[in-house]
């Protein structure tokens, strides 16, 4: 049962009894004499304290986790084993823990996860981690994402042919291994409870089995090298359209593509439209083609989070994206600020809604014209009022800048980093050497972030600044020494 700290402090009152009592306790109670929910409550919070450190789950599992007090005493021992659901107990099968093997049968029944992520040195390692799948009314998950192993997928997958019915998740790298196949005997024993599925590597031919009897996954993420099958024609939108509870998916394209490849244009009845409602975070790396013809029959009206890394490194890049514009536009939710992060390798687009923690990231490789990032996303650009430019170094044409920012009619406030004022407003002038006027034509504020009040710094601003005066339109110039930002701007880097 989870307390409250009122319903704890009342416990311990009842404990000590009222005040009126002539033989109540002191009021200082030892900690033997807690009620074993208040024990209970202080062993949970103690478990949280493992969230923020990297493989939190392994840490609290282990000696310095739920082990530690279930060795103080044997009451305390007594309260942990009695609540695996509640403390989240697990009994962690790797390579290298020996002791795992006896604690099977000396504790109560807790549930199994086999990591086999550190590989295997030797045979008896190896059956070490297998000898747990004996157990299957009590294997809740599986890690296989060897770096180094012994055991080629295809050999553990055979050792996988009888049903695991309390499996909840399922992480599984095969190694672009075509033979790979999962035995028909664990998908119809194993699928139902499945909630979390990691396959990297895979054929696609060899999930759509297993991915069309998981219907309850609240999470899927996928190494496929298509995303469609050759024989029998199952698409992976044909496989998602059943999995009606999904909140997260994440594709990596593993495979190499050569040359340019024409993608028919994708069917968009509205019958066609496979809708995921619970769907909040999308990441897709991959291929232009590839992202265009899944999201033209994709509708996710709750995302949140939506990531893209094109793989696509050839320049030109000429692959136009009117499906992509139309699916970010489909949020239904206005773009308030824009951060342009020009690498000296890659393009990082991170878009902020109108609503909070809700973001759009999106990675484009080296080469892209200006002009042609911009006219991607016409409809998401346009509602933007605040604009973050930052650069690596400079490598960009100075008049890219301007068809680039005449996308932004909104924009109210634009934030630029050192080394942009130079070009950025030299892109801003006619032939003539007057400033361009219809370009950024909402603006009200320039903020120089990290950027020292220097006299060429405001030389460069100061036509530009007057000639908006003389419109009517004045513009304010700040300079952001500390390059403290909004927190719509804050972590958007990752």
């Not at 082990?67 to 309260?79: D, E, M, T």
């Not at 599986?142 to 996988?160: G, Q, T």
């Not at 699928?191 to 996954?217: C, I, P």
């Not at 809604?353 to 490789?365: A, E, F, G, V, W």
């Amino acid at each position: 049962m989870r307390l409250t700290r009122a319903s704890s402090r009342a416990l311990l009152q009842q404990q000590r009894g009222s005040p009126s009592d002539t033989n109540r306790l002191p009021n200082i109670t030892t900690i033997d004499k807690l009620p074993d929910e208040i024990l209970l409550e202080i062993f949970d919070s103690y478990r949280r304290g493992f969230g923020p450190q990297h493989n939190h789950e392994n840490a609290w599992n282990g000696k310095n986790g739920w082990f530690k007090l279930a060795h103080v005493c044997q009451n305390w021992r007594r309260i942990v084993l009695a609540s695996p659901s509640s403390l989240h107990l697990l009994l962690i099968f790797t390579p290298r823990s020996p002791q795992r093997a006896a604690m099977l049968t000396r504790l109560p029944p807790l549930p199994v996860f086999i990591n086999y992520g550190a590989g295997a040195q030797n045979v008896r390692e190896e059956n070490r981690v297998l000898s747990a799948l004996k157990y299957s009314n009590r294997v809740r998950g599986i890690d296989f994402r060897p770096s180094e192993s012994r055991i080629a997928p295809e050999m553990l997958l055979k050792v996988l042919n009888y049903p695991l019915p309390e499996l909840e998740s399922l992480e599984f790298d095969l190694l672009a291994d075509v033979r790979a196949r999962f035995p028909t005997t664990f998908i119809q024993g194993s699928a139902q409870r499945l909630r979390h599925l990691k396959l990297w590597g895979a054929q696609l031919s060899s999930l759509s089995q297993l991915l069309s009897s998981t219907t309850g996954l609240i999470d899927l993420s996928l190494g496929i090298d298509t995303l469609s099958c050759p024989s029998p024609p199952v698409s992976l939108l044909t496989l998602l359209q059943g999995m009606l509870a999904l909140r997260r998916l994440e594709l990596r394209m593993w495979y190499t593509r050569h040359g340019v490849i024409d993608v028919p244009t994708p069917s968009t009845k509205t019958e066609d439209i496979v809708r995921l409602s619970h769907l909040t975070y999308f990441q897709f790396s991959g291929y232009t083609a590839d992202l265009e013809g899944l999201v033209a029959r994709l509708a996710t009206p709750s995302l949140q989070d939506f990531r893209v890394d094109f793989y696509d490194c050839c320049s030109p890049f000429s692959m136009p994206v009117p499906h992509l514009s139309r699916f970010i536009h489909d949020m239904d939710r206005p773009v308030f600020a824009a951060k342009f992060e020009f690498g000296t390798h890659d393009l990082h687009i991170s878009m902020s809604h109108s609503l909070p923690d809700l973001t759009s990231k999106i990675i484009l490789p080296w080469g892209i014209p200006l002009a042609q990032i911009s006219s991607m996303f016409p409809a998401a650009l346009a509602t933007v009022q605040d604009l973050l430019i930052t650069i690596s170094r400079s490598f960009r044409d100075p008049t890219e800048y301007h068809k680039f920012l005449e996308q932004f009619h909104n924009v109210k406030i634009l934030r630029l980093r050192p080394g942009l004022v130079s070009d950025i407003m030299g892109s801003l002038q006619l032939d003539d050497g007057e400033p361009a006027l219809d370009v950024l034509p909402a603006l009200e504020e320039i903020d120089l972030v990290g950027e020292d009040q220097h006299a060429h710094t405001f030389g460069n601003l100061g036509p530009f600044v007057a000639a908006r005066q003389r419109a009517g339109r004045p513009v304010k110039v700040f300079w952001n020494t500390q390059q403290v930002l909004p927190e719509h701007f804050c972590g958007t880097s990752d």
